[in-house]
């Protein structure tokens, strides 16, 4: 029996204006640190779990995403692109890709994030009647009250909005089952996950390694920094 296909959705849409002036001109996921674009580290990360399938969601600039990346063949991936007129945000975007998907289950990684967490496990990980199990970081100093609690491997709602919960990533591994019903257009991913808290239907995991997002050009050459530093 062959195992299940590896696919992976990688958001790209946004404008990123809290980037501006560098997303004037240039889609934030193909902005470089440390010479490499964003998004790139992300790609050679799914290629290493072997990775068979990228979806790249994107409006913003969207032509210079195909003119960068191709079709994937430079980093050994399969990579389609989900063009959208206007931004769907998240769980819009996840909806119109699902042809372009084409499984079960899949990884949703934001294309404005960088971690060093290994997508292997993720991959192998089995949601059972979960619809998504999300990974989880400490809070950065931007987002100090977190979104979520992580009760075991059980994700809930925090007690109230200032005590002190966990982050999501941006990184996790969906059910398709999530979106199925969701009408076409625009439509925020938070409230699809409130209702799969309610049915106790959202797992989740602590992750505790190097995770940074990449919203601001600060944020931007404090990564280009650090990565320059490990690589001399």
Request: glycine residues 8%; aromatic residues 6%; charged residues 20%.
């Amino acid at each position: 029996m062959s195992s299940p296909e590896r696919v992976a959705i990688i958001l790209a849409a946004g404008r990123g204006e809290r980037m501006q002036p560098l997303t004037n001109h240039t889609p934030k996921p193909l902005l470089k640190a440390a010479g490499k674009r964003l998004i790139e580290y992300i790609l050679e990360k799914l290629a290493a779990a072997h990775c068979q399938r990228v979806v790249i969601n994107c409006a913003h600039l969207a032509d210079q995403f195909p003119k960068a990346l191709g079709n994937g063949e430079n980093y050994n991936l399969d990579i389609k692109y989900s063009f959208e007129e206007n931004a769907l945000e998240t769980a819009g975007g996840i909806k119109q890709a699902l042809d372009l998907i084409a499984n079960d289950t899949f990884l949703v990684i934001n294309g404005d994030v960088w971690c060093d967490i290994p997508f292997e496990p993720l991959f192998q990980h089995t949601i059972g009647n979960n619809l998504a199990h999300l990974v989880m970081v400490n809070n950065p100093p931007q987002h100090p009250h977190g979104d979520f609690q992580l009760n075991g491997t059980q994700i809930e709602q925090k007690n109230d909005q200032n005590s002190k919960g966990l982050t999501y990533s941006g990184i996790g591994k969906y059910s398709s089952t999530m979106f199925a019903d969701l009408p076409s257009g625009k439509c925020a991913l938070r409230p699809l996950l409130d209702r799969a808290i309610e049915m106790q239907a959202l797992s989740g995991e602590h992750y505790q390694g190097d995770w940074r997002d990449i919203g601001t050009p600060e944020r931007l050459l404090e990564l280009d920094k650090a990565l320059s530093t490990t690589s001399n």
